[in-house]
């Protein structure tokens, strides 16, 4: 998961954040990499990993921001928002009779 959150990549400014969550989906990884834009500013890229083992399935979820600031004032929130993420089997793997 530490390879999914870019842990291994360098960052010019410092050194990847990796730090461990847990959620609905169960425990992962959260990574913050700062780095410089085409651009020449600076950027953050937030990654989230897991591995749920009961759907066999690696899960990321990424976004990247150019106001690193702005990302730090909301990382609180996306991580409750994340807290609450959760894996459904696909229509065809649910019980007869439910949804999926």
């Not at 990993?49 to 399935?57: D, I, K, L, P, T």
Request: glycine content about 8%; overall charge negative; hydrophobic content about 40%.
């Amino acid at each position: 998961m530490r390879t999914v959150a870019q842990a291994y990549l360098p960052s010019p400014v410092r050194e990847t954040e990796v730090e461990e969550v847990s959620g609905r989906i169960g425990a992962g990884v959260r990574g913050l990499r700062y780095r410089d834009s085409a651009e020449g500013t600076l950027m953050v890229t937030l990654t989230y990993a897991w591995r749920s083992e009961e759907f066999g399935r690696d899960v990321m979820l990424r976004t990247v921001c150019h106001d690193p600031a702005r990302l730090a004032s909301r990382l609180d929130e996306l991580d409750a928002v994340v807290a609450q993420l959760w894996l459904n089997p696909a229509p065809e793997q649910a019980a007869p009779g439910t949804s999926g």
